[in-house]
């Protein structure tokens, strides 16, 4: 995280914030995320049935690629100067472009989109994120994120 003064965030509008490193998917993540979230479907924890799929194997749940963004904004959002706490806001948008399959490396590019300060002391940032999977051409993801830092 880069700490910035309110007055330098016009500077980061459009522009790329960070980058985190890669992380693996394998299958013990993709099975803990099953049981966390009750949502044991095949395409995600039955390997051999998960070969006779279009995928070839088994894939993360689009929910657990999602949840991978709080992790990979620690290297890559921006906090402002004086910030007592942050919250996580939602999303306006997001799209699940590609499976990650079970192995694979991915991670999250953000580019700040906004930040406006919605009442005193509160700011709302928007990013643009994308989440690269290691060595394919598509996303496995891509969001607009909200979050709010209260000052």
């Known amino acids: 995280m880069k700490a910035v003064k309110k ?6 509008i459009g522009k790329e914030t960070g ?3 890669w992380s ?4 013990n993540r993709i099975n803990i995320f099953a049981d966390v979230t009750e949502d044991h ?6 390997p051999e049935a998960a070969k006779k799929t279009p995928f070839g194997g088994t894939v993360a749940h689009g929910f657990l690629t999602l949840s991978m963004l709080s992790h990979f904004a620690k290297d890559c959002v921006l906090v402002l ?23 694979k490396r991915i991670r999250g590019i953000f580019t700040l989109m906004s930040a406006d300060e919605k009442a005193p002391g509160q700011w709302q940032f928007k990013y643009a994120v994308k989440v690269e999977i290691e ?15 209260f000052v």
């Open 7 to 12: 007055e330098e965030l016009k500077d980061y």
């Open 19 to 21: 980058m985190s490193g």
């Open 24 to 27: 693996v998917i394998d299958q």
């Open 41 to 46: 479907q095949f395409i995600h924890v039955n």
């Open 81 to 103: 100067e004086g910030v007592k706490m942050g919250v996580n806001y939602g999303f306006d948008k997001v799209r699940f472009m590609a499976p990650v399959k079970s192995g």
């Open 135 to 149: 060595g394919e051409d598509k996303p496995a993801l891509m969001a607009e994120w909200l979050s709010m830092q």
